[in-house]
């Protein structure tokens, strides 16, 4: 039997694996995701292969001085053989000889020893809110709107950056596909996926309750009601009532997790992530 393993640059059959698997899981793949890391962040995924055979896939966003691991997968039918490991660990390599100071992810309960045995701490947690599709439309018409694109992508890319230290690619990828919100000081991004819509990056002070409200309300309002609205909520961003009040019901949680040097980075004012566990 070929038991050699490889790791290579996923092609068209792992995504197929990979997609069965996750979905399995009930994981949330955004299609503008699948793409970037099959176009412009090809090298940035890895697809492990036993004696020709899919095994599992993880992928890698670095910004720079931070950056994320996400989509780390292995089918049912072949866990329990070392393959999350030798992912997770070639992630690692891979970010560190590319000079990251900081790596972050997400964990599940159930993953959460496998990065705590790779001197990843746990931050914080991360809640997963839905708004159910066929939830009643509500008028924008007495919400305050940013009429000013420009403004609103500006105030948006430099609150991401007064978060994360640096200038952040990631931005220029969702931009296009989304729709800026402004309520005062907050900011947040309306990505619209085919199936599904992300609310984030949201950035806000913790104490602007009204003004959260407010842009929340606004997200509501000019969501499309026939998708899910999904919010990666920074837990203590937000008080529960907020979301519970304008529909949204908690899905779950994961870990914010971080190995590394964080220094520069200060999440007090991210409210919800840009992605939905993998790039930040």
């Not at 292995?74 to 070639?90: E, F, I, K, M, T």
């Not at 009204?210 to 937000?238: F, I, K, S, Y």
């Not at 529909?247 to 779950?252: A, I, M």
Request: include cysteine.
């Amino acid at each position: 039997m070929d038991t050699r393993q490889e790791f290579v640059q996923p092609g068209g059959g792992d995504w197929r694996e990979f997609l069965v698997a996750a979905a399995g899981e009930g994981w949330r793949v955004p299609v503008t995701e699948i793409e970037l890391f099959r176009g412009p962040l090809a090298d940035s995924a890895l697809a492990l292969r036993c004696g020709g055979l899919f095994v599992g896939l993880v992928t890698l966003a670095n910004h720079g001085a931070s950056a994320w691991i996400g989509n780390l997968i292995v089918p049912q039918a072949w866990r329990g053989r070392g393959y999350g490991q030798l992912l997770l660990d070639q992630a690692i390599l891979l970010l560190e000889q590319q000079q990251t100071r900081s790596i972050w992810l997400t964990a599940s309960e159930a993953g959460f020893p496998l990065y705590q045995h790779r001197s990843f701490e746990t931050i914080g947690q991360v809640e997963r809110w839905i708004l159910p599709k066929g939830s009643d439309a509500r008028s924008a018409d007495s919400l305050p709107i940013d009429e000013d694109p420009n403004h609103a992508s500006a105030a948006l890319q430099d609150a991401d950056q007064a978060v994360w230290g640096e200038r952040r690619a990631l931005l220029n990828y969702l931009l296009p596909k989304g729709r800026l919100l402004r309520c005062g000081a907050s900011v947040a991004l309306l990505q619209r996926e085919p199936g599904l819509q992300i609310l984030g990056p949201w950035f806000s002070d913790n104490s602007a309750i009204a003004e959260q409200r407010r842009l929340l309300a606004l997200a509501v309002a000019v969501a499309n009601t026939e998708e899910e609205l999904v919010v990666d909520l920074r837990t203590g961003a937000l008080p529960p009532q907020v979301l519970q009040d304008a529909g949204f019901v908690l899905q779950g949680h994961t870990r914010l997790m971080a190995r590394g040097d964080g220094a520069g980075i200060d999440l007090s004012r991210l409210v919800s992530f840009a992605s939905l566990g993998s790039m930040g």
